[in-house]
């Protein structure tokens, strides 16, 4: 019965990604190229973040080479405090990079949205200035230098 339920999950692993892979949600946020959507694996169920870059966008703005180092940045890094590239495939209008899903919003969100006046304590800022700087030193230790 195991060694069933491996080899299915084997033959699931070896099937192309498409856009078919996945159940788009609402958008996340917008960019220079796309936007970003939730979506969820039709396979597994597991929820992730879909950055859908369109090919005349990218054209127009000349960012072929941005978009292309984005990606092979992404696969070579793992960390929990950078988002993490899960797969990619394209379409005929779209590059597609389904990336892990950062829950709770961005950071200029906590300054603008969380409670009364825009800004946290001094205790948060140091949390959030070490989790950014803990995404930074793995980016430098992968030989990345982020802008």
Known sequence: MYFHRYLQWKWLE??????KTFRMYRVLGKGGFGEVCACQS???????A?????KKRIKKRKGESMVLSEKLILQKINSLFVVNLAYAFE???ALSLVLTIMTGGDLKFHIYNM????GFS???????????LLGLDHLHSNGIVYR
């Not at 409670?115 to 825009?118: E, K, L």
């Not at 205790?123 to 989790?131: N, P």
């Open 14 to 19: 070896r099937q192309p990604v498409t856009y």
């Open 42 to 48: 039709r396979i597994s169920g597991k929820l992730y």
């Open 50 to 54: 879909c950055k859908k870059l369109e």
């Open 91 to 93: 379409t005929k209008e």
């Open 115 to 118: 409670g009364g006046d825009p």
């Open 122 to 132: 001094e205790s948060r800022s140091k949390f959030y200035a070490a989790e950014i």
